[in-house]
């Protein structure tokens, strides 16, 4: 099944602590993005990268770091979280190709930081 | 840097009948790509429906359907026939041709009443 796969679905951690939250799509899509999920503001992009070893910061990077070693995979890092991050987090990636471009989302992840 | 505006933070609308969502945006792009993506309370990330800039016939499916002006750079949804399962928030999103980043508008929360 083609699918966008996020872990974990809920995060609870403490500031400072770092985490990591993992992105996988197996669908061979050239394309991945981070967004965050904030009451009232929508879907903000976080990073983005349209191939491996290529990314870009998005609408919001601070405090996030991300890397994409391989394809397939787009982990975002929280080097040093701080509780103005708690929120829902997407990974979505897409084909690249302008025939059938459209963002496929994982299931989400949502983020407390104490 | 583009904008996506979306006027209507909520809406509510009567079973059977019909409801237009808008969306505005800002762009200096000439290629680009729209969606509606719906956000039921599962939060999973549903895409409703897309449209190619560089197309003028508007998107349909099934239900739903798009009034799109290029030159006024707008956006709408239209659903007929609504039904208790389109409760949701909805996203207008914009899509970059080539790069794929994506800014996404605040939503507009549609209740659907029996």
């Known amino acids: 099944e083609a699918q966008v796969t996020q872990n974990p679905r809920y995060l609870i951690t403490v500031t400072g602590k770092k985490l990591t939250v993992t992105c996988s799509q197996n669908?061979?899509?050239?394309?991945m993005s981070w967004y965050r999920q904030d009451p009232g503001l929508g879907l903000r992009q976080i990073y983005y990268?349209?191939?491996?070893?290529?990314?870009d910061k998005g609408d919001v990077p601070e405090g996030y770091k991300v890397s994409r070693k391989e394809k397939r995979n787009f982990p975002l890092i929280l080097e040093s979280p701080s509780p103005n991050q708690t929120s829902l987090y997407f990974c979505?990636?897409?084909?690249?190709?302008?025939?059938?471009?459209?963002?496929?989302f994982g299931s989400g992840t949502q983020l407390s930081v104490l | 840097a583009q904008t996506v505006t979306q006027s209507q933070p909520e809406m509510s609308v009567q079973e059977a009948e019909t409801v237009t969502l808008s969306c505005t945006y800002d762009t200096s792009e000439n290629n680009y790509y729209l969606f509606w993506y719906k956000q039921p309370p599962s939060r999973q990330m549903i895409l409703v429906i897309r449209q190619e800039a560089y197309k003028q016939q508007n998107a349909t499916e099934n239900r739903f359907s798009v009034n799109f002006q290029k030159a006024a750079k707008s956006f709408s949804l239209k659903i007929s026939d609504s039904q208790l399962g389109d409760t949701a928030m909805y996203f207008c999103?914009?899509?970059?041709?080539?790069?794929?980043?994506?800014?996404f508008g605040d939503g507009t929360t549609l209740t659907v009443k029996p």
């Open positions: 990268s349209m191939n491996v070893e290529v990314t």
């Open positions: 669908m061979n899509h050239e394309y």
């Open positions: 979505a990636s897409s084909p690249g190709s302008a025939t059938n471009e459209k963002l496929f």
């Open positions: 999103a914009f899509m970059k041709h080539v790069t794929s980043k994506s800014t």
